[in-house]
Nanobody, 122 residues
Framework: QVQLVESGGGLVQAGGSLRLSCAAS????????MGWFRQAPGKEREFVAR????????YYSDSVKGRFTISRDNAKNTVYLQMNSLKPEDTAVYYC???????????????WGQGTQVTVSS
């Protein structure tokens, strides 16, 4: 089992920045591909970014590319999402997730956190 706990959400003005953290406990964190997803009210959960187990390969959705950066610290069992130039449309609950697959689809993430709210005001 892997437990994931997100933190760092909050209210920020458009153009501002936030850094989300996801702390993992349980099975060996460094073996997992980690992803960030988000879900806005009335919308489906969408992929945001992922990072491989070594931290040297990342992938982003087009909507956040160039503004968000995913990183991880395997010594601290933590994955981060640095969000810059935030827009009102980034408002959502953000979730981290873990998968044993190297390039997982959304349904192949086995472990999920409870989410942290990010609200961007205009």
């Amino acid at each position: 089992q892997v437990q994931l706990v997100e933190s760092g959400g909050g209210l920020v003005q458009a153009g501002g920045s936030l850094r989300l953290s996801c702390a993992a406990s349980g099975r060996t964190f460094s073996t997992f591909t980690m992803g960030w997803f988000r879900q806005a009210p009335g919308k489906e959960r969408e992929f945001v970014a992922r990072i491989n187990w070594r931290g040297d390969n990342t992938y982003y959705s087009d909507s956040v590319k160039g503004r968000f950066t995913i990183s991880r610290d395997n010594a601290k069992n933590t994955v981060y999402l640095q969000m810059n130039s935030l827009k009102p449309e980034d408002t959502a609950v953000y979730y981290c997730a873990a998968s044993i697959r190297s390039i997982p689809t959304t349904t192949q993430y086995t472990y999920w956190g409870q989410g942290t709210q990010v609200t961007v005001s205009s």
